[in-house]
């Protein structure tokens, strides 16, 4: 049974924007909080993001701060969105939603327990 789906991945060249969405089951929408990862070739997956349950509450790593936004859109049938702007060559991966059993996330990828499909996203120089 599949309870999160990504869309939205892309190659875009340096300094570009993309959206990635996430659609994800009623079950886990507003019940849980969640999350962006991402892993390239050879490393480690590595947060991205978070929001909580509510809404409310967002982190970010700082590589990401002041570039990209996590949101949920209500009126877009469950829908969790990662905004990213000035896109580097080093955020080329592939970008993972995932969803935790907890009103605030962490950055823990152990923690989470639901898992979407991976979107690719490649940023060119």
């Known amino acids: 049974q599949v309870q999160l789906v990504e869309s939205g991945g892309g190659s875009v060249q340096a300094g570009g924007s993309l959206r990635l969405s996430c659609v994800a089951s009623s079950f886990i929408y507003r019940r849980h909080c969640m999350g962006w990862f991402r892993q390239s070739p050879g490393k480690e997956r590595e947060w991205v993001a978070s929001i909580s349950s509510s809404g409310y509450s967002t982190e970010y790593a700082d590589s990401v701060k002041g570039r990209f936004t996590i949101s949920q859109d209500d009126s877009a049938k469950n829908t969790l969105y990662l905004q990213m702007n000035d896109l580097r060559p080093e955020d080329t991966a592939m970008y993972y939603c995932?969803?935790?059993?907890?009103?605030?996330?962490?950055?823990?990828?152990?923690?989470?327990?639901?898992w979407g499909q991976g979107a690719q996203v490649t940023v060119s120089s």
């Open positions: 995932a969803a935790a059993s907890k009103v605030i996330c962490n950055a823990r990828w152990d923690d989470y327990n639901s």
